[in-house]
């Protein structure tokens, strides 16, 4: 067990990464945290994860990409067509983003918020 805050984990995987994929997932992490200002930040499964009223996205690292998995992608809207992986799922959605990748911000933007419209309208239901 660490007593290291998520967003201190988070800093510290960017940090460790020290090539493209840390400065993109510095990246996608503004652009979520622009989107949702309520956003909450985890590390769960040893990944960075943007929370509100459950999970929006996971932010995993490999050596060739940085993916984004929406929790509930299949139930999102898409009319940039963002999602480019995990696309035969039923619930989650990807985008993997390679090092010569540059992200839709106002598109991915619009998609963090249907994420959280999302998550609040089933955390009534």
Do not use: M
Not at 3 to 25: H, N
Not at 67 to 91: I, M, W, Y
Request: glycine fraction near 8%; charged fraction near 25%.
């Amino acid at each position: 067990t660490t007593t290291e805050s998520p967003s201190a984990l988070i800093d510290a995987r960017i940090a460790g990464l020290g090539d493209w994929r840390g400065e993109l997932l510095a990246r996608l992490r503004a652009l979520i945290k622009a989107a949702d200002p309520g956003v909450t930040e985890e590390w769960k499964w040893a990944t960075p994860v943007w929370s509100h009223h459950g999970i929006l996205c996971t932010g995993e690292t490999y050596k060739d990409k940085v993916k984004l998995t929406f929790a509930k992608g299949a139930s999102l809207p898409d009319p940039s067509r963002l999602f480019n992986s995990s696309l035969d799922g039923n619930v989650r959605r990807a985008i993997d983003f390679g090092a010569a990748d540059k992200p839709n911000e106002k598109a991915l933007k619009a998609l963090i918020r249907a994420a959280v419209a999302l998550n609040q309208s089933s955390a009534r239901a």
